[in-house]
């Protein structure tokens, strides 16, 4: 029986994780839960050494999904479309929690009926779902569509099998049975889905931790660079992990923004068990590497976990504390660098840096609000009408990065820092020229989500950065 050949009667059985969604439920539910309190994870052990229809339940009790915005196939969608054009019953049945499969199905209004794991079903997967549709619908008296090797069973009891993005040897598996098989080919991810989840071009920001030797005039010393090339790639692992570990913590919020809903795990394209992994081994190299620095650098790579950590949890929520915890984020990479290569930062250098990271952290947000003219920020505190005082205080904040910068160049410091410090001055108008347009664009809506990342892509911006650096180095060679 083919799924051309069915009759009206004939029921449509469609799996639920893998199939009709991208994603997986329990993963979905554990990656919430665990994202309110990572401590948890003991709560979840105790769970799971109860057994899985019962760490299913739990987490369905506690963890309740947002089933309007999870990553569902469009593929599978129109094959029940079509199903029910032909008056066929449809079926959901899922090895799921039965209060997220049930959420589902109302949300999407497509099923005849819903047969999830619980207590009188057990966890109901493989075999025990084959036995499940025999015993309701006969042997052989139902299309199912599925998309594992555990699916397997359930194509064998079935009269026709339908299979969502299997791997070649489960295809293999089901053509040398001899089913009566059709196959939905789904988008996989290859290694430029990973380079878009590790987001590789914001490795760019981490080259600040080459600022404190440049600003020493050390960048020609093989000590302290070397040391510096350690803490970038130490730096530029560990933001990688922290990118994934904040990626499943707002897997909803994401999903709900108009541009970030496409990224690799929010649109299900990566898995949440692997990209957990991939994740937690990235943090621990990460760190690894710093510790070979010595402990200092080691310290100051766990003050950048903890507070990205803190900022994912708690301060992304906190009306201008988010702003604040960027700031310090970008800060903390210009302090990595003082510390590998063992130079002392001015305050000029550390006042410059806040209060321009300062700026650029509420340009990002004001960018948010104008360029989707959001009625809120989704979930970080700031309303539509507090676009003037955020674009205001905006704009101070880099003035007050270009006014520091001036007052250093008047300083003893950069007098005898530079042998020709009047050159300094050029730099002064060049950075009032940059910041301004950056905050002209972001008013214009033409601003990246990222301030930083367009920065750095940005052609002008190069530009600003090429002459600034040979401004920098003409006055420190010049009268020497």
């Not at 469609?14 to 997986?24: F, H, N, P, R």
């Not at 449809?90 to 999830?116: E, Q």
């Not at 709900?256 to 937690?280: D, E, F």
């Not at 790579?301 to 906190?318: D, E, F, H, I, K």
């Amino acid at each position: 029986m083919s799924a051309d050949t069915t009759t009206a009667t004939t029921a449509l059985c469609v799996d639920l994780d893998g199939t009709l969604l991208a994603s997986d439920v329990l993963y979905e539910t554990a990656a919430q839960y665990l994202g309110q309190n990572p401590f948890r994870i003991f709560r979840l052990a105790s769970w799971l050494a109860k057994g899985k229809r019962v760490l299913k339940e739990r987490l369905a009790e506690h963890a309740v999904l947002d089933v309007t915005v999870l990553p569902y196939r469009t593929e599978v969608l129109e094959l029940i479309a079509t199903a029910r054009e032909r008056g066929r019953p449809v079926y959901l049945v899922t090895a799921a929690a039965g209060g997220p499969a049930r959420a589902i199905a109302a949300h999407l209004g497509v099923f005849d009926g819903v047969v999830s794991t619980d207590a009188e079903h057990g966890n109901l997967s493989g075999a025990r779902k084959a036995e499940y549709l025999v015993e309701r619908f006969g042997d052989g008296a139902f299309e199912y569509v599925g998309d594992s090797n555990r699916d397997l069973p359930v194509w064998r009891a079935a009269g026709s099998a339908t299979a969502v993005g299997v791997s070649p040897g489960t295809r293999r598996e089901l053509e040398r049975d001899g089913r009566d098989a059709s196959f939905i080919d789904v988008p996989r991810a290859g290694f430029g889905t990973w380079l878009r989840q590790l987001r590789v071009h914001q490795a760019t920001k981490n080259l600040l931790v080459f600022v404190p030797i440049l600003l020493a005039h050390e960048f020609l010393s093989w000590d302290p660079l070397w040391r510096v090339i350690v803490m970038f790639i130490a730096f530029t692992v560990l933001s990688f992990g922290t990118y994934v570990m904040n990626d499943l913590h707002d897997l909803e919020k994401d999903r709900r923004h108009p541009a970030k809903r496409t990224r690799p795990l929010a649109s299900g394209l990566l898995g949440i068990p692997t990209a957990t992994v991939v994740g937690v081994v990235l943090i621990a190299v990460g760190l690894a590497a710093s510790a070979i620095l010595g402990w200092q650098s080691l310290a100051i790579l766990v003050a950048y976990l903890v507070l990205t950590t803190l900022y994912s949890l708690v301060l992304r929520r906190v009306l201008l504390g988010d702003v604040l915890a960027l700031a310090g984020l970008y800060t903390i990479r210009i302090f990595a660098g003082a510390i590998a290569a063992d130079v002392a930062l001015t305050i000029w250098t550390v006042l410059t840096s806040v209060f321009l990271f300062f700026s650029l952290a509420l340009m990002k947000r004001y960018s948010e609000l104008a360029k989707y003219d959001l009625e809120t920020s989704g979930g970080r505190g700031y309303l539509k009408r507090d676009r003037p005082a955020v674009l205001a205080a905006g704009i101070t904040s880099g003035m007050m990065a270009v006014l520091v910068i001036a007052m250093y160049i008047d300083s003893d410091v950069a007098q005898q820092s530079y042998g020709t410090p009047q050159l300094l001055w050029a730099i002064v108008p060049l950075v009032l020229f940059w910041i301004t347009r950056l905050w002209l664009l972001t008013e214009r809506g033409a601003m990246h989500d990222d301030p930083v990342a367009f920065a750095i892509g940005d052609r002008v911006s190069q530009a600003v950065a090429v002459i600034a650096a040979a401004i920098v180095a003409t006055a420190a060679l010049v009268g020497r």
